[in-house]
């Protein structure tokens, strides 16, 4: 398939598609991690008709993956094959409803629901305020932080398919489980709503405020990093197991387990994707070896890898 045909030409072959569409673009830039190749074709959609007549009129074989603001991927250094979709403005409405509900679209910042949702003093939200992605994001990965996740919140959403249908999905429809999501993987989410309840201005406020601390004194939110790297085993904590297998500060090339939070892998300028995911399979070999625990991905790894493999 010849993509870079396919963008000189989706004027003539698709006259209605209004959002903008660029071969072989650069994705490390909107990535947490900084590092990976770059996406074949990448589609930004106007707004949610945009997106289902794009996916309705793309080739079928053409693969298509979504992204959000890159704040859980590894995108590999021989990039994203196919279509990369990535929601903008058309998707950042943000609406507080009666009855403490925020219908809010799959681009928002997940801080700005929370604190959306503190100036209306609507409570539950504030864990929001924690999660660096968009809440497209946070549904697929069932975000959650402080003992509150996405399916406690969340009464339905948004999405479209591959095929370019819309559906309405319900919390029950989600299949939510820890860190996941059991929804079909070629849904792409447009925008939820949530449920909060009456609460207090200024004790919202203060509780996002000891988030932030939180994070600022336990996370190395500053760095180039993807969050926790895998997930808590069932009656362990990962950075626990990471840090008994002496894996605290180990580094491969560029990049290096952090020393503040060792279930974070940090690129400390240099990385590149290989040696973040090397360094990522080395971390769970040690942590098999001396616990017997297999540790799993949280951070999703997209795209093409050293041979050639996706
Ligand atoms: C410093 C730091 C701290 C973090 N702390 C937390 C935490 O406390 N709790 C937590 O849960 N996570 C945390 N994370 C991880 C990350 O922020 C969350 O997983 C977040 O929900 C990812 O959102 P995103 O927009 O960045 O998605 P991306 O990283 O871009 O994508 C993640 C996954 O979601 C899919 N996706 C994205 N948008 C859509 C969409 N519109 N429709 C369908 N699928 C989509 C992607 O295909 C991919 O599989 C942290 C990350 C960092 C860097």
């Known amino acids: 398939m010849n993509l870079t045909a396919l963008e000189a030409d989706f004027g003539d072959a698709w006259p209605d598609l209004r959002g903008r569409l660029k071969s072989n673009a650069p994705l490390a830039d909107i990535t947490w991690f900084r590092v990976g190749g770059p996406a074949e074709l990448l ?3 106007a707004d949610e008709a945009d997106l289902a007549y794009f996916l309705e009129v793309a080739p079928a074989d053409l693969p298509v993956t979504v992204i959000g603001l890159g704040s859980n991927l590894l995108v590999r250094d021989g990039g994203i094959r196919g279509a990369v979709i990535r929601l903008g403005r058309g998707f950042s409405n943000i609406e507080v409803e009666d009855g403490c509900r925020i219908r809010v679209g ?13 100036d209306a003093g609507i409570a539950g939200l504030a864990f929001y305020r924690g999660i660096p992605g968009a ?6 990965m069932n975000g959650g932080a402080h003992g509150v996740e996405t399916k406690d919140v969340l009464i339905e959403c948004r999405a479209v398919d591959r095929k370019g249908g819309r559906h309405v999905l319900s919390n029950a429809d989600m ?32 509780e996002m405020e000891e988030i932030a601390e939180y994070r600022e004194a336990a996370q190395p939110i500053k760095s180039r990093t993807g969050g926790s790297t895998f997930k808590n085993p069932p009656g362990h904590k990962a950075w626990q197991l990471i840090d008994a297998a002496g894996c605290r500060g180990l580094k491969v090339g560029g990049a290096a387990v952090s020393e503040k939070h060792c279930n974070f892998l940090i690129n400390e300028g240099g990385a590149n ?3 973040l995911e090397t360094l990522g399979e080395t971390v769970r070999a040690r942590v098999k070896e001396t616990s017997g625990v297999d540790l799993e991905w949280e951070i999703k790894r997209l795209g093409v890898g050293p041979g050639g493999t996706a």
Request: with cysteine.
């Open 106 to 118: 799959a681009a928002v910042p997940d801080v700005k629901l929370a604190r959306t949702a503190a």
């Open 43 to 45: 589609f930004q959609p």
């Open 273 to 275: 994707a290989a040696d």
């Open 135 to 140: 809440i497209g994001g946070a549904l697929r």
């Open 175 to 206: 299949g939510f489980a820890y860190r996941h999501c059991g929804a079909p993987a070629d849904l792409n989410f447009t925008e939820a709503l949530f449920q909060g309840e009456p609460g207090d201005r200024a004790a919202i406020q203060a």
